[in-house]
Structures are given as C-alpha cells and as structure tokens.
Nanobody, 124 residues
Framework: QVTLVESGGGLVQAGGSLRLSCAAS????????MGWFRQAPGKEREFVAA????????SYPVSVKGRLTISRDNAKNTVYLQMNSLAPEDTAVYYC?????????????????WGQGTQVTVSS
C-alpha cells in the first residue's frame, strides 16, 4: 500500500510558477513510477507528466512539454512538478499517482495509487 499526499497548489498569476510536491509513504519508493495528472472543471482527467522509478526517464504530453518538469528524490520519497509560464488553461486539480512498476505509462488505469489532489488556479 502506498499513500500519497500532494502539496504546493495555490493561486498564481498568468506567467508565474508553482512547484507541486507529492510525499509518498509505504513501500520502496524507487519501485514505483510516478505520474502527475490534472482535471479541469468539466473536463476529463488528463496526463501531464511521468517519471521512472530511478528518475532516469521522463515523459510529457506535447501540451505541457517545456513548461512542466517532473523530478523525484527517492531519498525523501517525494516527487515534484515544477510548473513555469502558467496560463489560465492550466487551472485544475493536480493529482499525483504511483504505478506498481518502475516504468512509466501515460494511461490513468495503469496507476494504482492516487493522492487527494491539490488545486492550482491561474488568474489572467
């Protein structure tokens, strides 16, 4: 069992930055690939970033590449999402998720454990 707790969300102006954190408790953190997903009001939840268990490889959709950066610190059991050049379209609840494999996937059903989410609001 893995428990995930996100933090770092908030209100930011367009063009600003935020760093989200997700602290994991449970089993060996490096055994799990980690992902970030987001859900905007009235929209489906979508993939925004993933990182392998050892942190050696990342993946992003085209829509966020170059603005969002996922990283992890396995010594601290924490994964991060650095978000730069934020726009109002980035407003959403952001969720971190853990996959029971060190290899990443972009599909939500591949992730077994989810945090409660953290709200990010970008004002224009």
């Amino acid at each position: 069992q893995v428990t995930l707790v996100e933090s770092g969300g908030g209100l930011v102006q367009a063009g600003g930055s935020l760093r989200l954190s997700c602290a994991a408790s449970g089993r060996t953190f490096s055994n799990y690939a980690m992902g970030w997903f987001r859900q905007a009001p009235g929209k489906e939840r979508e993939f925004v970033a993933a990182i392998t268990g050892n942190g050696g490889s990342t993946s992003y959709p085209v829509s966020v590449k170059g603005r969002l950066t996922i990283s992890r610190d396995n010594a601290k059991n924490t994964v991060y999402l650095q978000m730069n050049s934020l726009a109002p379209e980035d407003t959403a609840v952001y969720y971190c998720a853990a996959r029971s494999s060190p290899f990443t996937r972009t599909i939500q059903r591949e992730y077994s454990y989810w945090g409660q989410g953290t709200q990010v609001t970008v004002s224009s």
